[in-house]
Every structure is written in C-alpha cells, then in structure tokens.
C-alpha cells in the first residue's frame, strides 16, 4: 500500500489540492450568497449587470438594465424590448473558482501563481461581460436559436477560454512546466 501512495503521491496532492480549493471556495461563495435576502441580487451579479449596460453604451446600443420586481434577477431590455435576464449564475464565478482551484492544485512559484489567477479572474470577467453583451444582442435578432446560442456556443466560449488558460498556466508556469 506504500508503494501505491508514493508512487501516485503527485496525483493525490493534484486531486487532494483541487477539491480543497474547490469545496473551500464553494463554501465561501455560498455564504457571500447567503448574506443577501432572498429576493435580493448579490452584488457580483449587480457589477456585471452594471458592466454589461456600459458596454452596451460604449456601442450606441439602446439597453437599459435594471432589477426586476418579480425575482432576484437583472431584466435586460434591448432597443426597448425585454430581450434576456440575468441571475446569479450568469457571473461566472462558478467558473472562475473551477479555474482558481485547477491552477491552486497545479500551482508554481506563490507570486506567479497569484498572479496568474488574478490576470484568469480577470480575464474571465472581462470575457463574460462581452458574452452576455453578445448574447443579448443575438438573441434579439435570433430568439429562435436560444438553445444554441444560451446552451452552446456560449458556454463553449467562456470554458474553452479556462481550458486554454489551463493548458497555458500548465505548459508555462506550473511545477510541472519544464
């Protein structure tokens, strides 16, 4: 049984570290989400909201943003039209603890790995805020390609943006980069 952990002790450190990390950030998330009332918007998913409008504006496009009286979600109007919402799960922080905990149990020197993960968080936002700008936009046009565009494409671009940091951060700056 000894030489069956020591020779998968990388493994078990990888697997052991990810879900830690993973778990341990769930957690922290679930309790930010929990000081909020129930028919309340957290304020992760309000500054993406907020994020979104201004981008919108920085294109000349008519979308205005606002909470909605019926639920804990954004209602997104789009040249006048309710055209998408966005709840809590649309801030792609679900993603962005999958992503810190990949690169945690893959982690390099302190400053680089914190630094990575900053520059990821980052960049995941970043990219999340156009995605939701786009998919309002195309979903105006096209509401017959929801499931598409909503289910697919969408989702494909915002975790095939983590798989190439990943490889990235694997191939780069991990421990294992040689």
Excluded at 37 to 47: Q, S
Excluded at 144 to 167: A, C, K, R, S, T
């Amino acid at each position: 049984m000894k030489k069956y952990l020591q020779q998968f002790k990388p493994f078990l450190i990888f697997i052991g570290t990810f879900f830690a990390a993973y778990i341990g950030l769930t957690v922290i998330y679930k309790f930010y989400l929990n000081s909020f009332e129930a028919n309340d918007i957290d304020g992760i998913t309000t500054m993406i909201g907020h994020n979104v409008e201004q981008l919108m504006h920085l294109f000349n496009e008519n979308t205005k943003i606002a909470k909605s009286l019926s639920g804990p979600y954004l209602e997104v109007r789009y040249h006048n039209k309710f055209t998408v919402i966005i709840v809590e799960g649309c801030n792609a922080v679900s993603v962005m603890i999958l992503f810190v905990s990949f690169v945690l149990a893959f982690s390099g020197k302190f400053k680089t790995t914190l630094l990575f993960i900053l520059f990821g968080i980052a960049l995941i936002y970043i990219f999340n805020v156009i995605r939701i700008g786009l998919l309002t936009v195309l979903l105006f046009h096209f509401r017959q390609q929801e499931h598409l565009l909503h289910g697919v494409l969408f989702p494909l671009i915002i975790y095939g943006l983590v798989f190439g940091l990943w490889v990235f951060w694997v191939n780069k700056f991990s421990k294992y980069a040689k």
